[in-house]
């Protein structure tokens, strides 16, 4: 592809398609660039290893940023990203991306959605829901039920016996 013209190639292999979706996997590895490329679909992807990079869009300044195991990116294209992505570590750079099919939801490129902020080395923990404590015997209004009375082992419903027959040794 010419440089006045970007690819459509957004990885290094296309793993699925289907009338929805396109999944690619990118892998670069230390030094290695993939070529400059065109994202006319919403894109989501997640990153499988460790890795420096460095993202040259086509206008503005580049960014350079460490990829993390299991940090997530959701962007919105608009009309459009291009841009070109460098291994600029000394460890492989691999990641799964989804394209959605169709035209973007945004008339706009909007900033990425992530799971992770800038400089950090993880992705966010999930918040997790505070625990339910039991209610407090000593405070004020609050009324404990009694504990169930435990039934009489005695006190079993009756079986009924099988009819057997009346044969001797059985």
């Known amino acids: 592809m010419s ?11 296309l793993l699925f398609e289907n009338d929805r979706v396109r999944v690619w996997e990118m892998r670069l590895a230390p030094g290695e660039s993939c070529e400059r490329h065109i994202h006319e679909s919403d894109y989501l992807f997640v990153n499988l290893a460790k890795a420096k990079l460095t993202l040259y869009p086509e206008e503005g300044a ?12 959701y962007t919105e294209v608009g009309p459009g990203i291009i841009h070109r992505l460098e291994n600029t570590g000394n460890t492989e750079h691999w990641e799964i991306l ?17 799971n992770t902020q800038q400089g950090e080395t993880s992705p966010k923990p ?8 039991p209610p407090n015997p000593g405070d004020p209004g609050v009324q404990i039920p009694s504990p169930p009375t435990p039934a009489d082992p005695f006190d079993q419903p009756k079986i009924p016996k099988p009819d057997r027959p009346s044969t001797p040794g059985y």
Do not use: D, Y
Request: aromatic share 2%; glycine share 10%.
């Open 3 to 13: 440089q006045n013209h970007p690819s459509h190639r957004v990885g290094t292999g």
């Open 62 to 73: 580049s960014e350079s940023f460490e990829a993390v195991p299991g940090g997530v990116e």
């Open 98 to 114: 989804v394209e959605l099919k169709g035209e973007s939801r945004s008339a706009r490129a909007r900033e990425p959605e992530t």
């Open 126 to 133: 999930k918040p997790e829901a505070e625990p339910e404590l």
